[in-house]
């Protein structure tokens, strides 16, 4: 899980909790109820700060698979959406920034699903 990530990338930078917390401005406690997954749907500017802090992008922290890996044929509506973004004023360098938003919504999405699996009946 994500709170595992976290811990392992804090020591490998050589960060305690605390440090970590003073780093982030993120309280101590909240910090290691996510380190234990008591805490398993922190907010994305949460999770930013964290990265930021530990030098890793999003992606690394949330520990999502590569998605262009594959080569993908495009679909047509695909291919409308990408033109709909460029015409909107969208470039390149600004996709980034859109991914990092939809990253965390499927790392998310997953998380709820896998905890309302795991919730007592």
Do not use: C
């Amino acid at each position: 899980m994500i709170g595992k990530n976290i811990s392992d990338i804090r020591k490998q930078r050589g960060y305690t909790l605390s440090e970590l917390s003073e780093r982030t401005g993120i309280s101590k406690s909240y910090l290691s109820n996510i380190e234990r997954n008591l805490k398993q749907n922190p907010s994305i500017h949460v999770m930013e700060k964290i990265a930021s802090v530990l030098k890793v992008d999003l992606k690394t922290l949330l520990k999502l698979a590569a998605d262009a890996e594959s080569p993908h044929k495009f679909e047509k509506e695909w291919m409308d959406f990408i033109y709909a973004l460029k015409r909107s004023g969208i470039d390149k360098d600004q996709i980034h920034e859109y991914k990092i938003i939809i990253d965390f919504m499927k790392w998310y999405k997953q998380n709820k699903i896998e905890s309302s699996n795991t919730q007592p009946e």
